[in-house]
């Protein structure tokens, strides 16, 4: 059957989740207005011509520099260097001084050029085309240059030195796989199919395997191999006290650091995780991918790598996609305290939100239980 092209749309998360798997270099957009300096993170960049030497950037149209680039018709197009990630998040904020500790030289144009950075390509705009929220910037390259160092890459959320990023990816493809019995329980994991599913290489999976053994997910067999190991109530509710022993600290420690844009996203993301209640059983995927973009969200306010990277680890929100009955999961899961505490959040009210957080917890260890109890004990 024919679709007319004007009735279809995809799923803004679907969406996000596939751009997600385009890996990219990581650049911040500079330039300069009425002697003020003005940057932000972009990912979409990209070369535009060769002749004339072209480029292009999008822009929110709801950011300053998005004004200031149209205001002064110059922009730069600063490509960060492996150690550049923290500059990232920095120019990726709303209401601080971005340029703060940043080092920067001025270029021929009169914007500022970050120090340090993998290259440097300075525009002036010929064309601005507008594209649903963003401005598209073609900029005529006027000034280029390029440096011996090695690059930031991005990838389905992780930014690291392009071997660490396809690590992370595969370790995340093979924790998926394993969270999602998509090799059956006690049967011995194949590698070498799990490398070509997860188009990865077979060295990144067992690399990834190892990991998992320490967290216990799967175990190593006599042979060499790896098989899972059985979830049980008390493997599932030390995730789950694990998790919220991070996200308490977070929310005592962080909670002045929670910004405007943090908030929006949260209230966003509970309100859209509220609606996926009244949908199909297909929504199981997203209502999961939601519910851990939220709080991861909430521990990404550290900024801190390392404390993110531990949170993640003890995920298990994909398990839930197993264990869970297409036809009754709108009944069994609870979104309440993921609700309130976005509320919370956004009200700056600490406590109500610590509160939330305790009745979050207690939720999803009456759900493991729940679970457990259909499948025997163990999944």
Known sequence: MTVRPEDVSVDATVFRNVVGHFASGVAVITTAADGERFGTTASAVSSLSMEPPMMLVCLNKSSTTHDAVVKSGVYAINILSEGQAGLAFQFGKRGIDKFEGVEVTEGVLGVPLIDGALATIECVVEETPVGGTHTVFFGRVASAAAYEREPLAYFRGTMGRLERVKEMAAYEGVRDWVLKRRTPLRESLDLAEIAKALRSDEDQVRSAMVKLVTEELVQPTEDGGFVQVP?????????????????????????????????????????????????????????????????????????????????????????????????????????????????????????????????????????????????????
């Open 231 to 379: 979830m049980t109530r008390s493997f599932l509710e030390a995730a789950y006290d694990g998790r919220a022993t991070i996200e308490r600290g977070v929310l005592t420690g962080y909670f002045e650091k929670f910004t405007d844009e943090d908030k929006q996203f949260l209230r966003d993301t509970a309100d859209r995780i509220s609606d996926l209640r009244s949908k199909d059983s297909s929504a199981l995927d997203e209502f999961l991918a939601l519910n851990a973009q939220f709080h991861n969200r909430i521990v990404g306010v550290t900024k801190s790598a390392q404390l993110t990277d531990a949170f993640r680890r003890l995920g298990i929100g994909t398990v839930w996609r197993q264990a869970l009955d297409d036809d009754t999961w709108q009944a069994q899961l609870d979104h309440t305290g993921t609700l309130a505490m976005a509320e919370a959040i956004t009200t700056g009210d600490q406590e109500a939100a610590l509160s939330a957080l305790e009745r979050h917890t207690e939720i999803g260890k009456g759900l493991a239980r729940d679970a457990l109890a259909l499948h025997g004990g163990e999944i």
